[in-house]
């Protein structure tokens, strides 16, 4: 069973030691008290908005860690953030983490790009990775992890376009990024070529460099209502907690279906009374990449550079919780193995 436990604003003494966690809403899983192993690898967790319990981008992540701590025996410590926060508190994040011993750091999210450069170039003994930065100039104690986005989210939108009765799909995106349009451009070209003729609703909730459209399920609730009031009956969105909103939305409207994203959304405790809405999720699989990499440092052998996790790689997937896409299986396999195969090549910025 996890502990956590919130850290106090005073100077504690054991394997943390880091009273400055407290005041960036950091967290401990495992500490000298709670039996972590002496010399166990050490591993911090800096969250993207929305943190742990996000139901999506950022619970992914946490399964990732939690998976590290009981099969590899580290010793581990999440930090949260701030809905509006200055760049500033993600540097501070990082540096606790850092000051408190923490030789392993893993960023969730290309937020904290900026803040990993600089924290790492000062840290060069320090491993770090982030998930979703494509930077190619990083320094060299900086391992990008990244995801086909646009292949898991081209399957999604073969389900959606198989699934719609109106013949009209929804597609909403958090903040209007280009690591989100590969959302949209992957689930558009994946509508389009089961229908080239289906209409494709598109709604981003906010622009850089407000990030608040990933943790606003109020701003993802009126853009699936938005998009419901237009016709749409499949809405995917791609927004992290604002996500939850949206499928709230979906489940109030007879007939109408939402693919959720990140984590298998249907199968998420929080979101249970919406399941039987939720028609897939398109699972993009960060717990399999923060596990290997934390096993990647553990053995000696640390991931460098750029780590893709595409589809052949099954760094994403299509969730079937709830068998509301078991009978289009075989659609689906056919357009997983064309993109597999290299017969099609799925898009990463949206058809103008």
Do not use: W
């Not at 850092?98 to 000062?122: E, N, P, R």
């Not at 100039?137 to 646009?150: H, I, K, M, R, Y």
């Not at 989100?180 to 709604?203: C, L, Q, R």
């Not at 996500?243 to 489940?251: K, M, P, S, Y």
């Amino acid at each position: 069973m996890r502990r956590s436990m919130k850290l106090a604003a005073v100077v504690l003494s054991g394997s943390l030691g880091m009273a400055s966690l407290a005041a960036c809403g950091a967290k401990s899983t495992d500490n000298t008290s709670s039996g972590a192993a002496d010399g166990a690898l050490k591993v911090g967790m800096a969250y993207d908005i929305g943190g742990r319990g996000d139901q999506s981008f950022n619970d992914s992540a946490a399964r990732g860690l939690d998976k590290a701590k009981a099969e590899l025996g580290v010793s581990v410590t999440e930090a949260d953030a701030k809905a509006g926060e200055a760049e500033a508190d993600k540097e501070t994040r990082l540096k606790n983490l850092v000051d408190g011993g923490y030789k392993t750091i893993v960023a969730v999210g290309f937020v904290y790009q900026d803040a990993v450069d600089k924290v790492a170039k000062d840290n060069p003994n320090v491993k770090f990775a982030i998930i979703d930065s494509n930077k190619t100039d990083q320094p060299s104690n900086v391992t990008s992890l990244l995801f086909a986005e646009q292949e898991g989210s081209y399957l999604a939108g073969v389900a959606a376009a198989n699934k719609s009765k109106a013949k009209h799909v929804g597609f909403i995106g958090g903040v209007q990024t280009e690591l989100i349009k590969k959302f949209e451009a992957g689930y558009k070209a994946g509508v389009k070529s089961v229908d080239p003729n289906i209409v494709v609703e598109t709604t981003y909730l906010t622009t850089p460099p407000d990030f608040t459209g990933f943790g606003s399920p109020d701003k993802g609730k009126e853009a699936a209502q938005g998009q419901l009031d237009k016709g749409a009956d499949v809405i995917y969105t791609a927004a992290g907690s604002s996500g939850n909103g949206a499928i709230e939305a979906v489940a109030n409207k007879p007939g109408a279906l939402a693919i959720g994203v990140d984590s298998d959304q249907a199968a998420q405790p929080a979101l249970a009374k919406y399941k039987n809405s939720i028609l897939t999720s398109m699972v993009k699989n960060v717990d399999n990449a923060v596990f290997s990499y934390i096993d990647s440092v553990k053995k000696g052998q640390p991931f460098t550079g750029i780590k893709n996790f595409d589809l052949k790689a099954e760094g994403v997937s299509l969730a079937t919780t709830g068998g509301k896409i078991d009978d289009i299986q075989d659609k689906l396999k056919a357009a997983a193995t064309a993109i597999t195969s290299g017969a099609t090549t799925v898009p990463t910025a949206p058809a103008q």
